[in-house]
């Protein structure tokens, strides 16, 4: 009973916080893809030309946004930015706890420098909420969705048909599941803020790092623990702060993701002949996935290019504090800008690596 009291008495913006280094891994969504539809209904932006690009889902329509350079014709070459875990929309958004604008702020920042991207709805959120349910969800089914995005951006005529895949954070778990694929157009694979060890070992460092989960971290390293040794956990078992975490619905994913080795998944596509150029990028001030992450993933991959940016957080966002508070608010500010060393590196590296006919 201490336990459940200790947390209760966590204040809203503590909790929120606690919520926040959870990550949610859990309501992450997939989806499937067969064709595709361009839409001019979305007005032009400063940096680029916003328009709706629609794809057949296994239940109903996947939506995403295609940025084009608002300058030229094209052909234009493309990013595809894979987002990270839970319901986090096209935009890098969660209605009221996540509010950073990442994948926006990067797609109007490539489309100022000529090149254009798509950024996607994941199946159950946003505009692909109804495109098959959202918890039946497993990395290969992830890497449909991609495989069938890359299809897409090759039927729109003014993009030059070579796709950039860049996952973020868990979107970089299933980024190089995806690459494992002859993945139509693939010239390069972006990792950002990605994890480099098995999901157990991530999320016991972000639930110890945060003060206010002490209370609930046996608990959690318990169920942890459960998983990675194949077994199951009744969520309603556990203290209310855990559940959504360890819901049941999306509990498979989450266990195949705690027992997923991405540093291997990486090292293993060395050996293959869909072997693609790598781009590492992490932050400093990065308080979910450690430094260790991007080192692991670097050592995997030994030709791979790896960018440690100073000052920067999880959300590609520059940070010049230790404070967590501090950290914590870039989360919700979507008119701090992205850091322009990433729109750089990811441009160099699209130029560098596009294809050699182009």
Known sequence: MKKVSAIERVGATRW?????????????????????????????TAKGRSTTLEASGPEGPLAGTLERPADGDGPFDTVLIWPG????????NVSGILTASTYRLLAEGLAARGIASVRVDKRGVGESRDAGDGNDVTLERYADDVEHWAEAIRGVPEL????????????????????????????????LSAPGRPLGVVLREQLAGNPANAPVLEEAFGAIETLERGGSVDPETLHPGLRRLFAAPPQAYLAELIRFDPAAALGALDESENAAPVLIVHGSRDFQIAGEDARALA????????????????????????????????????????????????????????????
Request: hydrophobic residues 40%; negative net charge.
């Open 16 to 44: 929120r916080r606690f919520r926040l280094t959870l990550t949610a891994f859990v309501e992450s969504c997939a989806g499937s893809l067969s064709s595709s539809h361009v839409s001019d209904d979305l007005p032009d």
């Open 85 to 92: 875990s839970g319901p986090v929309d096209r935009d890098g």
């Open 160 to 191: 030059s048909g070579d796709v950039w895949l860049a996952g973020h954070s868990e979107g970089a778990l299933i980024a190089t599941v995806a690459v494992r694929r002859p993945l139509p157009g693939l010239c390069g694979l972006v990792l």
């Open 299 to 358: 050592r995997a991959r030994p030709d791979a290019e790896l960018l440690a940016v100073a000052d920067m957080n999880h959300v590609l966002k520059r940070v010049a504090s230790d404070d967590r508070e501090v950290n914590v608010a870039t989360y919700t500010d979507q008119n701090l800008p992205i850091v322009p060393a990433v729109v750089d590196a990811i441009a160099d590296f699209v130029a560098r690596t596009r294809s050699p006919d182009r």
